[in-house]
């Protein structure tokens, strides 16, 4: 009888402990399952972070570029294996909380490419290659590569206006008069091809920021360099305006019209500015 107990016991522990090792393996199996489910269809605890700063944070590009290629990896993978199978209903969650995320990160993206406009040292390779970047990765978002061309233009538009006038002052006071003698052809001389050379200076900046595979028009960057020099026009024609209106001798004066003829584009109004150089 003790031995029919001891053995019924023992099937009772035997029986028991199978049960505890099956449920730890299916724990074990469970556990791989979350763990692959993790790295599969989510983001780590640093990406989320990332995506989800507040808008006044500081935006750091490297992290930023990682966490929305990661987002757009899971998006398409929960499309690609759980859509058209029983984990559908999770595949569209998935899909639809990576989608509110990309959206966040390129509203960051924008964030940082309006600040590194201001920030722009077109002399600095550098700093021309790291905005380059920031705004190549906005591709996915036409309309927010519009706006980052606008930022660029505007940013633009404030340092070559500020620099013609620092050039019109280096070129002192407008020479006048017909004892001036070719001063005034020289004075404008100088000036105009101090600003077709910023012209090609700011025309150079604007391919390497926008250049192929961004889906920007030839015609959108024209305009842009047009937006760009647009505060030149008005001081400099009112200087050429002045200068015409001394007396000066007939070669100057013939001096004078062949200059604004060859640079015409850069005196005239905005909306008749026409520019020669390509893009």
Known sequence: TRLREARASTEVLLAATARLREDSRLNERRQELCELFEREFMLSDAEEAVLNAPADAEVELDPLLAALRRSQEVHGRASARLLGTQFQPLGLEVMERMAAHEERAYASLYRWVHAQCSQLQPDDAASVARLRVGV??????????????????????????????QRLAAAGDLPRGRGAGDAPAEWLASVLSGVQRRVTTEAALLRQLFAPPLSLARAELADAL?????????????????????????????????????HAHLAGPPQEVQLHYPL
């Open 136 to 165: 190549e990765s906005l591709r996915g978002r036409p309309q927010l590569l519009s706006y980052a061309l606008h930022e660029v233009v505007a940013c633009r538009r404030t340092v070559v206006h500020r620099a013609f006038l």
């Open 226 to 262: 047009r937006v760009a020099f647009e505060a030149v026009g008005a001081p400099l024609r009112a200087r050429v305006e002045r200068l015409l209106g001394g007396q000066l001798v007939l070669a100057s004066l013939y001096r004078i019209g062949c200059l604004l003829l060859t």
